[in-house]
């Protein structure tokens, strides 16, 4: 029987590490999967593999994998045809459009979309025609803040400096956990073993964290925070800076860093212990160590991104990398050049052109705070949201008060969701149209080769072919803009498939024909393991996109959220907090539903200081009740001195035995959603992203 070896880039995470995968013609012809391996070849990930990419073969012969079109008809499903189904959709669309308005229709677009670039070649192919500013995606409960904060200091959303980690001497990490995730928003396959060669280059890893996670455990120096409080942490040590006159000169042209300077000059190291709950002395021994290294990189990611003072707090870090010389500056932070720029769509500069109805929480690039996506569907009223499209999205387990969304799909006129399973969002769906299975398209990293650590660029072939009829997600959106715009009679531009495009694309980029490279498809095409385009270099005072291509050191905007930051109450060291947790064998609410990736020791559990149990009369293992302001679950408890005192985590993504899912696996682990716990109205008021991290509990046997 024919093997064939196929080269592949992993799309599960950020990592984007290259696989080798080996195939198998059957005597029946159909071909199967015979391993999937870490690809040595590939010059970026050098080999590196994690257990997620080896479950790529479950996704593909999955039986609960969807593989045609399923009509909801009372809480049973029936397969119908694509064009039927495209047919339906725009009738019913059309029509609530007509009645109601346009921002009567809204859409969700989930993780994976940024993952598989046809979706995000195509999706405003279909999205476009709805003309619906109801546009709402996983950024909001996410990297929200990173974007604001670059359109605010650099002129653009997406010009987001990266850690030069291959070069630095000293990597300051706050709320990420790398050695889980793989790394995000830094691009950064076999990240322990990068970590690890900082440490053998003489340099240094210091992780901020309320839990002792598995980056702090590798790291040189770990830090507990009082969850939610890393805004008052940076202060202190940028105020260290400023006041020990630790600072070091930066190449940039730069305005208001003496405003900067003055706005937190009260925000000394000592007064901000008491809320970060770091020792004053401890903060100022950072700052100093932080300026002292030649090479240093600030890095923040979900962790303090998802907190009330989140924009503040990424704020934060960029004048930390700044005011110590590191911005633009190898072995500091630098802007990846890839070769299909990001920054060429206008979709990162724009913020707060319009705001959500109910709680007027502002647009960015298009697009409202999820958290607000339950309320737009149960305020009666003109402009409420009345249908729902989603993509590759699971908003009821992954946004905060699920339930309250649960309750929102269910009163809606009509949902489609674009995927592949019937999970605990989609169930409520009138219409399910599955896309094809990952390796059966082709791929490029349009997304997470623009924030890697260094320039790459990689094209793959599909690895094995679509069944007859099936249909990619960006043909999907095609059969969907043709059957819609007939309905409201307009005419529709026509397309090209994706490959056309990125070819089109990374002819005009800086590696493009007007370059040395020449890089094209074809060349792509020719080097299946991947093109590097070397290290990270200085470019920022090129790119940048702000009046005077100067650095904005002092956005007006954030210095407004000052004062909401001085009035908060001081923390309350009773309260319980909860954080989330990530493990390298799940991806965020799916991939639980392949045996090699849920077996082993369970990973659900609520961790809790030994002091707070004993506090509580609790024992390790016990069920318990946890309850916040929006609701309450039960789950088993386990003694951990990893979390500090008053810090319980709780992995988010799981509670998948809910009503009329189809995901057998899945539903049959045990854990509860996290999202059940976190609060709606809780957000970091500046950029409307949700907090998800440092939610108030009560724990309580069940
Ligand atoms: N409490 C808490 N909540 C969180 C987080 C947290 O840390 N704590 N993390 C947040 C973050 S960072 C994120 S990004 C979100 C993620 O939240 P979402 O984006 O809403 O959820 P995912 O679990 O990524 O959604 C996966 C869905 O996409 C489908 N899918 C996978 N690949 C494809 C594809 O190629 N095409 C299509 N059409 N569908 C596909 C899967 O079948 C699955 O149903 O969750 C957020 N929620
Ligand atoms: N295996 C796996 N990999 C993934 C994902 C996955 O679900 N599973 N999801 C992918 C996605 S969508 C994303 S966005 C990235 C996220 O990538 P990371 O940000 O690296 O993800 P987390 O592992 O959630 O790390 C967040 C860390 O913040 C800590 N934390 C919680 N609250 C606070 C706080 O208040 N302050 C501080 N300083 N720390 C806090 C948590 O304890 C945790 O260790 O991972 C991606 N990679
Ligand atoms: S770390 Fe794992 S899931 Fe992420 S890209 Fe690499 S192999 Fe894929
Ligand atoms: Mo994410």
Redesign the pocket.
Known sequence: MTKTLHHRACHL??AICGLTIETEMQLDGSTQIRSIKGDPQDSFSRGHICP?AVALQDIQNDPDRLRQPMRRVGSEWQAIEWEEAFALVAERLSAIQARHGHNAVATYQG?PSVHNYGLMTHSNYFFGLLKTRSRFSATSV??LPHHLVSLQMYGHGMLLPICDIDHTDFMLI?????L?????IMTVPDVEKRLKAIQARGGKVVV????R?ETAVIADQHVF?R????AALLFGLLNTLFEEDLGRASHLSVVGLDEARQAIAGFTAEAMSVRCAVPAEQIRQLARAFAAADKAVCYG????ST?AFGTLCHWLIQLINLVTGNLDREGGALCTEAAIDLMASNSGTHFNRWQSRVSGLPEYAGELPVAALAEEMLSEGEGQIRALVTVAGNPVLSTPNGRQLEQALDGLQFMLSIDFYINETTRYADLILPPTAPLEHDHYDMTFNSFAVRNVSRFNQPVLEKSAGALHDWEIFVGLAKAFAGKIGVALKPTLPPAQLIDAGLRRGRYGDKSEQQLSLSTLLEHPHGIDLGALKPNLAERLLTPGQQVQAAPALLLSDLPRFVAQPLPDADELLL??????????SWMHNYQRLVKGKPRHQLLMNPEDLARRGLVDGQRVRVRSRVGALEVEVAGSDEVMAGVV?LPH?WGHARPGVRIAIASAQPGASANDLTDERELDALSGNAVL??VPVEVCAA
């Open positions: 995470c950020e997620k993780n996410d990297q706050l709320g990420g956990n790398p889980a995730s793989n790394g995000s901020v964290d309320p839990r996670s925070v969850p939610g409080q890393d990611r979900m962790g303090v907190q954080i989330g947790r990530r493990h390298v064998r799940s991806n965020n985590s993504g991290n440092g």
